[in-house]
């Protein structure tokens, strides 16, 4: 479909920021009007589209995922498990992962993600078993075909178990490969320009599964190429266990022992932090995406966001990978942030606009993106667009509280760079049930 040159988004039901109750104006792949209730636009539009039935949001940034994961929701073998005993269970499960997996697993994380309003998507790759070196390059076509902009981290695992690390010696690589193709994946696919559709970052897996010369050496790399890196952090006690014992001192110090405790780190997760690392992380701007599903589904604990926040560090929210969620619905798990974060902070501190930011401003500003997350002049137009049609909104009153309180699932209109690329609930030129058939016949192999 050809896309109009300028577009009026005529007068949504509801937004996130009440400066564009009259709608906004799209031209190419950015926003460059915002109207007032009753405004129109500064100069003739070439098209309009009356979005009196939806509530419109900046398209939701994803901080944190394992595409490949979701091959392996519900996996019989990881049910009932915490983090540790959940991980030694599906690490030789994934070890068997093939190439077209990462294809298909990668595509289905992408379209539910489009499907429940997010534009924009951060995975963490860290498997390359014999096979599967390319598994970013993979990921990265699956990204394009869909249109959705990603943030694609090169995952590693360097510290098998022969080392006192977590993984079986199977799943890791050495640390001159791993740098070597980080480098290569940067040159090839990192854009750092404004309106990236595509950006790479460095991502040792974490603590328990890579070695202290891989964070520095990984630190290092980022640096010369100005990029940025990602990690779990924090996650477990029993991660806080293993540092003490492995390294001799807590997850924050041994972060900044190697050089990570700076503005261009996100972290997954970061729920057990005292109140001086959480002063030390604020202070360096240090990200952190929080994944509340699965913080619930693996019993991990509360990510402390609001003293994280007043601190200093940006807060985001992440589905994290299906498998520990077990789905990959950005839209759910706002709602889901709500609820956890409630249970710490009380009603009238966590509101529903508070946990949209996060999984707006907030993600993105942890992806270290200014030009997304937020509905603005000279911002990219990424825009999820939600009707109010379904059962569980008969009755609702607030339409943007609606979204989060009921339980809104399904976007119907979602537009990435400016274009549309979800139309009335439906992905454009992807054969869904196909993709799925796929997806179900490779996961069997995984059992
Ligand atoms: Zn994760």
Same mark, same amino acid.
């Given at each position: 479909?050809?896309?109009?040159?300028?577009?009026?988004?005529?007068?949504?039901?509801?937004?996130?920021?009440?400066?564009? +109750?009259?709608?906004?104006?799209?031209?190419?792949?950015?926003?460059?009007?915002?109207?007032?209730?009753?405004?129109?636009?500064?100069?003739?539009?070439?098209?309009?589209?009356?979005?009196?039935?939806?509530?419109?949001?900046?398209?939701?940034?994803?901080?944190?995922h394992h595409f490949y994961q979701t091959l392996t929701r519900a996996h019989p073998v990881a049910l009932?498990?915490?983090?540790?005993?959940w991980l030694?269970s599906l690490y030789p499960v994934w070890a068997r992962l093939q190439p077209e997996m990462v294809a298909v697993s990668t595509q289905i994380a992408l379209a539910e993600l489009l499907l429940s309003?997010c534009?924009?998507a951060?995975d963490h790759h860290y498997l390359f078993p014999q096979g599967l070196e390319e598994a970013i390059d993979l990921q990265l076509e699956q990204a394009r075909r869909l249109g959705v902009?990603v943030?694609l981290?090169?995952?590693?695992?360097?510290?098998? @178990?022969?080392?006192?690390?977590?993984?079986?010696?199977s799943t890791?690589?050495?640390?001159?490969?791993?740098?070597?193709?980080?480098?290569?994946?940067?040159? @090839?696919?990192?854009?750092?320009?404004?309106?990236?559709?595509?950006?790479?970052?460095? +991502?040792?897996?974490?603590?328990?599964?890579?070695?202290?010369?891989?964070?520095?050496?990984?630190?290092?790399?980022?640096?010369?190429?100005?990029?940025?890196?990602?990690?779990?952090?924090?996650?477990?006690?029993?991660?806080?266990?293993?540092?003490?014992?492995?390294?001799?001192?807590?997850?924050?110090?041994?972060?900044?022992?190697?050089?990570?405790?700076?503005?261009?780190?996100?972290?997954?997760?970061?729920?057990?932090?005292?109140?001086?690392?959480?002063? @030390?992380?604020?202070?360096?701007?240090?990200?952190?995406?929080?994944?509340?599903?699965?913080?619930?589904?693996?019993?991990?604990?509360?990510?402390?966001?609001?003293?994280?926040?007043?601190?200093?560090?940006?807060?985001?929210?992440?589905v994290d990978g299906s498998a520990s969620n077990d789905g990959s619905n950005?839209?759910?798990?706002?709602?889901?942030?709500?609820?956890?974060?409630?249970?710490?902070?009380?009603?009238?501190?966590?509101?529903?606009?508070?946990?949209?930011?996060?999984?707006?401003?907030?993600?993105?500003?942890?992806?270290?993106?200014?030009?997304?997350?937020?509905?603005?002049?000279?911002?990219?137009?990424?825009?999820?667009?939600?009707?109010?049609?379904?059962?569980?909104?008969?009755?609702?009153?607030?339409?943007?509280? +609606?979204?989060?309180?009921?339980?809104?699932r399904r976007?119907?209109?979602?537009?990435?760079?400016?274009?549309?690329?979800v139309?009335?609930g439906a992905i454009c030129g992807l054969d869904i049930e196909a993709l799925k058939a796929r997806q179900r016949e490779l996961s069997v192999l995984l059992r």
């Amino acid at each position: 479909m050809q896309n109009p040159k300028t577009l009026w988004i005529k007068q949504p039901l509801a937004t996130l920021d009440p400066a564009c +109750a009259g709608g906004l104006v799209v031209e190419g792949s950015n926003i460059i009007e915002l109207l007032a209730l009753g405004q129109l636009p500064s100069r003739p539009v070439d098209e309009v589209f009356d979005a009196g039935r939806h509530v419109l949001l900046p398209g939701l940034v994803n901080a944190h995922h394992h595409f490949y994961q979701t091959l392996t929701r519900a996996h019989p073998v990881a049910l009932n498990k915490a983090l540790f005993s959940w991980l030694t269970s599906l690490y030789p499960v994934w070890a068997r992962l093939q190439p077209e997996m990462v294809a298909v697993s990668t595509q289905i994380a992408l379209a539910e993600l489009l499907l429940s309003g997010c534009t924009t998507a951060s995975d963490h790759h860290y498997l390359f078993p014999q096979g599967l070196e390319e598994a970013i390059d993979l990921q990265l076509e699956q990204a394009r075909r869909l249109g959705v902009r990603v943030h694609l981290t090169r995952g590693s695992m360097s510290l098998g @178990r022969d080392q006192g690390g977590l993984p079986p010696q199977s799943t890791v690589q050495s640390e001159e490969i791993i740098l070597a193709d980080s480098e290569r994946l940067i040159r @090839r696919y990192h854009d750092p320009a404004d309106g990236a559709m595509s950006r790479v970052a460095l +991502a040792p897996c974490s603590p328990f599964s890579v070695s202290t010369e891989l964070m520095k050496a990984s630190a290092v790399l980022a640096e010369q190429h100005d990029v940025q890196l990602h990690t779990h952090l924090a996650e477990t006690h029993d991660e806080t266990e293993f540092c003490l014992n492995m390294f001799g001192m807590r997850p924050v110090d041994y972060l900044e022992s190697v050089g990570w405790l700076s503005g261009r780190v996100w972290l997954a997760h970061g729920i057990h932090f005292n109140e001086e690392e959480i002063l @030390r992380l604020g202070r360096a701007g240090v990200g952190i995406a929080h994944c509340p599903s699965s913080n619930m589904l693996l019993a991990s604990g509360i990510c402390p966001t609001l003293e994280l926040e007043a601190a200093g560090c940006p807060v985001g929210i992440g589905v994290d990978g299906s498998a520990s969620n077990d789905g990959s619905n950005m839209i759910m798990e706002v709602r889901q942030a709500l609820l956890l974060q409630r249970l710490r902070y009380g009603a009238r501190r966590i509101t529903h606009q508070q946990v949209l930011d996060w999984a707006t401003r907030g993600s993105a500003a942890c992806l270290g993106r200014h030009d997304i997350g937020e509905i603005a002049v000279g911002k990219q137009a990424d825009l999820a667009l939600f009707t109010l049609d379904d059962i569980q909104f008969a009755g609702a009153g607030d339409p943007l509280a +609606a979204l989060v309180l009921c339980g809104a699932r399904r976007a119907d209109k979602v537009m990435v760079a400016g274009r549309w690329r979800v139309i009335d609930g439906a992905i454009c030129g992807l054969d869904i049930e196909a993709l799925k058939a796929r997806q179900r016949e490779l996961s069997v192999l995984l059992r």
